[in-house]
């Protein structure tokens, strides 16, 4: 799905936050992280394009994958969109997202052992108060 925005010669930041479901301050922190870099106007307003919404759009499907802002940045170019998915179009970035989701399946292990410890913590104290 190709992302159009109304205004033939870009929007400024609202109107694009509005577009994409995201705040002004997230635009400028893509803009900081040199994931995002709008044109500006003779008097230093900035103005977005169907493509800095495409742009946007790619970088919170990443961001919802767990990758963190400065891996989006070195990814983003290699990634290729049909409009529809996003793939990578660099053959070492599968494997570099294998790593990533390894290293994510290791804090899931993390998260459910504490989880667990946690819940034995809990059923003890429940014992403890009944007795």
Not at 9 to 36: C, F, M, N, T, W
Not at 43 to 50: A, I
Not at 74 to 85: A, H, N, Q, S, Y
Not at 88 to 113: K, S, Y
């Amino acid at each position: 799905m190709k992302v159009k925005l109304r205004g033939s010669d870009g929007v400024q930041i609202g109107a694009l936050a509005r577009h994409a479901g995201v705040s002004p301050r997230a635009l400028r922190y893509y803009e900081e992280k040199g994931l995002l870099v709008p044109k500006r106007t003779a008097g230093g307003y900035r103005v977005y394009t169907d493509e800095h919404a495409e742009t946007v759009r790619r970088i919170r499907i990443l961001l919802a994958a767990g990758l963190n802002s400065d891996m989006v940045r070195e990814i983003l170019p290699c990634m290729v969109d049909d409009g529809e998915f996003l793939a990578p179009g660099c053959e070492d970035l599968i494997a570099e997202f294998e790593r990533e989701r390894r290293r994510i399946d290791t804090q899931i292990t993390e998260l459910n052992d504490v989880r667990s410890a946690l819940t034995g913590i809990i059923s003890a104290g429940k014992a403890f108060a009944g007795r």
